[in-house]
């Protein structure tokens, strides 16, 4: 789309991401690896993208505050609350389908 200055693509690109990490949180049925398998992405990939954001901007910040940030808890108490263990068809997906980066 043509038309659209630089700071308005930057606030919409925040916006979205701003809905996407909510909905993220809103939906804690969904498993990592779930998203893994069929979207080849999932919470830490997005915390991690995030993080390289910050260290591309001179901002220092740790694995644990970019999880924080988008799982909206501690990655740990998150883990405790929502995830549960991957089934056995769901750990060969994720082998089958892993990105060479993780």
Request: hydrophobic share 35%; proline share 2%.
């Amino acid at each position: 789309m043509s038309g659209l200055t630089e700071q308005q693509k930057t606030e919409f690109e925040a916006a979205a991401f701003r809905r996407l990490v909510q909905h993220l949180r809103e939906r804690s049925d969904v498993q990592n690896i779930d998203l893994m398998n069929l979207g080849g992405f999932c919470r830490n990939c997005l915390s991690n993208w995030y993080r390289d954001a910050a260290t591309a901007a001179g901002v220092e910040m740790s694995k644990d505050q970019s999880r924080e940030i988008v799982y909206g808890m501690p990655y740990e108490e998150w883990k405790k609350l929502h995830q549960n263990e991957a089934s056995g068809d769901q750990k060969a997906a994720f082998e089958r389908n892993k990105p060479v980066d993780h």
